[in-house]
């Protein structure tokens, strides 16, 4: 089950979320890059998908062959705001 990234809310999963699919609760584009298993701030193009063209508006609806809706357990990665514990986690195996 999925997250919308505007709305917080859980996306069923027999919503097929094609290019023109809008979340149900508050109308915002799914196929989004925000939504996109591949997409991290801060990598090249922040997308991990390196055959992905690129995408410049990342909160509207794209042509992206390689979107893949983002699960919910895959949203809710902790994020470390302190720079120690950010420089700390890089080297975590």
């Known amino acids: 089950m ?5 709305c ?4 069923p999963d027999e919503l097929f979320v094609g290019r023109q699919e ?8 799914l196929h989004i890059c ?13 997308c991990r ?7 410049l508006d990342k909160s509207r609806s794209n042509f992206c062959d390689y979107f893949r809706f ?5 949203n809710s990665k902790p994020v470390a705001s302190d720079p120690k514990n950010r420089l700390e986690a890089l080297f975590k195996i």
């Open 2 to 6: 999925g997250i919308c990234q505007s």
């Open 8 to 11: 917080k809310k859980e996306i």
């Open 22 to 29: 809008q979340c149900p609760f508050c109308r915002t584009d």
């Open 34 to 46: 925000f939504n996109c298993v591949f997409y991290e701030r801060g990598v090249y193009n922040d």
């Open 49 to 55: 998908e390196g055959q992905a063209e690129r995408v």
């Open 70 to 74: 983002r699960e919910a357990k895959e």
